[in-house]
């Protein structure tokens, strides 16, 4: 993430922005012809087949690959033409300690009641009616494709769930966002408030989900600021699976006791939980930069060691 890209940031996001349109493009193509020949439907029925309960199994795959189509390879494929190593650039490393994970399991914990908080604002803010009716229209849709997809009636099912839901989409969005976006934009306007915000935003924008945008964006800024003072992809894909992975696991949970699972993905919480998650989240967030500067110090300190050897 450190080494300097051959290709100017100008240039680099101009590449992201094409590549991820043709990237949507074919996961699009790719999620309609995949269903249509192997689940024998017309192309017309593919939306209809998709949310069928039969189906669920080969909708998480299908969501899993399409998704590493449209995210995962655009964001490589600029990583690769700007620098010699991709999976460097993008802040693949391998230098994580165990203090550094403890502390993303801390700030997930908080970022749960920031989130709750948020989720409560999203709701009372004073929109046109029309908006909103719309908006609940989509959230509901939004609702009813993750209650299919996350449809697990027994352990087997949970555990390919956390696969499908949890760490598929960690992996693929973070190398998206985070790595491809938020580096490029950071680099390009030279302002990392600037880069981190928003590539938060779009992070949750693409999610098309009114009522979570709030939250989403808050979401996207921890997981950007962890990005941002580790230098470490690695650590903001583990807080977001945690993230995903409490949402997998409170469904599984709700469904073997009989309750709705729209309860468990009610995540609105009182406002004032937001300052509880703040207090926490925070200190954990200076720890991670702090730790970060001392591996820096303990590397250049056995490179100095090595020369002098």
């Known amino acids: 993430m450190n080494q300097k890209p051959v290709v100017a940031y100008s240039s680099q996001f101009a590449l992201l922005l094409g590549f991820l349109g043709v990237g949507l493009i074919l996961s699009g193509l790719l999620m309609t012809w995949l269903t249509a020949v192997l689940l024998h439907v017309p192309f017309l029925q593919v939306p209809e087949a998709l949310m069928k309960p039969e189906n669920v199994q080969f909708s998480r795959f299908a969501n899993a690959l399409t998704t590493f189509v449209a995210f995962f390879i655009p964001a490589w494929a600029v990583a690769k033409i700007a620098s010699k190593n991709a999976f460097q650039t993008l802040g693949f490393n391998s230098h994580i300690n165990i203090k550094q994970v403890i502390a993303v399991g801390v700030i997930s ?43 697990m009636k027994n352990m087997g099912d949970l555990l390919l769930g956390l696969l499908v839901i949890a760490v598929a989409p960690a992996i693929f969005e973070e190398v998206l966002f985070r790595a491809g976006l938020q ?3 950071v680099g390009l306007t030279k302002n990392a ?33 962890i990005y941002y003072l580790t230098s470490n992809l690695w650590l903001a894909i583990l807080m977001h699976f945690l993230n995903n992975a409490v949402v997998v696991i409170q469904i599984y949970v709700y469904t073997q006791m009989g309750k709705p699972i729209k309860e468990a993905m009610d995540e609105t919480m009182p406002i004032w939980y937001g300052v509880f998650g703040l207090l926490i989240v925070i200190p954990a967030l200076l720890f991670l930069k702090k730790e970060r500067n001392q591996i820096i110090s ?8 090595e020369s002098v050897d």
């Not at 303990?298 to 060691?305: D, G, M, P, R, Y």
């Open 109 to 151: 914990f908080g970022a749960l009641f920031l989130n709750g908080s948020l989720s409560a604002i999203n709701e009372i803010i004073p929109m046109p009616a029309n908006f909103l009716a719309k908006a609940r229209k989509m959230e509901n849709e939004y609702q009813q494709t993750m209650i299919t997809l996350a449809t």
């Open 183 to 185: 580096r490029v934009l």
């Open 298 to 305: 303990k590397q250049e300190l056995t490179l100095a060691n």
């Open 193 to 225: 408030a600037l880069g981190i915000m928003i590539s938060s935003i779009l992070f949750s924008a693409i999610h098309a989900s009114y009522f979570g945008f709030l939250p989403r964006v808050a979401l996207g800024v921890v997981l950007g600021l």
